[in-house]
């Protein structure tokens, strides 16, 4: 079946836009995760639902950032006021079951870019 | 805390030599440890995964690992490296519990026709 899938695939930003980020999970998978990975680093956890509940925000850099999950399937990362820091690729993955141990499937990201 | 090294940032081997990618690991309690691969422009991928049955873990595409506890490592391996496996590695670390994943630096593995 379809992967996970992130769009747009490419953002190019103004310094002070907003954007909005979407993520359409495996069908079915329970948990979802947003995380953003700079140039030549790891990707860093940004947060977790688990269906339409955001369970750990603790990740997010600024209250700039808002995540949401209504209905427990798409997900949508909102970054208001953009701004240069915020150049990175945001991956979503989502993950069939809540158990810690179960792998992730990541989608191939979206990549910001804020002039 | 948990957290993992990645011991290279840059890997280079020849064709057809043997690939050694190193991790080591910090956690509080028992890990379970991953390793994911990142193609370019692609999403990233998950080669084996341990989650404290046998120490030795078999993934895809001829990657295995080895946790040892003693050493708190969880080096990947492969015995002979083809040029689709030049990508970048990710050790990742998640912990009893917790809800999400702690990634290393990655390392970027170049295969040398």
């Known amino acids: 079946g379809a992967g996970v899938s992130q769009s747009p695939r490419y953002k190019v930003a103004k310094r002070g836009q907003d954007v909005a980020l979407r993520c359409d999970p495996i069908?079915?998978?329970?948990?979802l995760f947003w995380y953003q990975q700079a140039l030549g680093q790891g990707p860093e956890f940004l947060t977790y639902?688990?269906?339409?509940?955001?369970?750990?925000k603790s990740g997010l850099p600024s209250d700039r950032f808002f995540a949401e999950r209504p209905e427990g399937s798409v997900s949508t990362l909102k970054i208001q006021r953009t701004q240069q820091e915020d150049s990175a690729v945001y991956l979503c993955?989502?993950?069939?079951?809540?158990?810690?141990?179960?792998?992730?499937?990541f989608g191939n990201g979206t990549r910001l870019t804020v002039t | 805390a948990q957290s993992v090294t990645q011991l290279d940032s840059h890997v280079s081997v020849s064709e057809g030599t043997p690939v050694l990618l190193r991790c080591n690991y910090s956690?509080?309690?028992?890990?379970?440890l991953f390793w994911y691969v990142q193609h370019p422009n692609k999403g990233l991928q998950l080669l084996l995964k341990?989650?404290?049955?046998?120490?030795l873990v078999k993934g895809i595409n001829g990657f295995e690992a080895e946790f040892k506890k003693s050493e708190t490592s969880f080096h990947l391996t492969k015995p002979s490296a083809h040029m689709s496996d030049a990508a970048e590695y990710f050790c990742?670390?998640?912990?009893?519990?917790?809800?999400?994943?702690?990634f290393g630096t990655g390392t970027r593995l170049t295969v040398i026709p």
């Open positions: 993955a989502s993950r069939a079951a809540s158990s810690y141990n179960s792998p992730l499937h």
């Open positions: 069908s079915g998978h329970v948990s």
């Open positions: 639902f688990q269906n339409e509940a955001q369970l750990d």
């Open positions: 956690s509080s309690y028992s890990p379970s």
């Open positions: 341990y989650t404290s049955a046998a120490t």
């Open positions: 990742v670390v998640a912990q009893t519990g917790a809800n999400n994943l702690f």
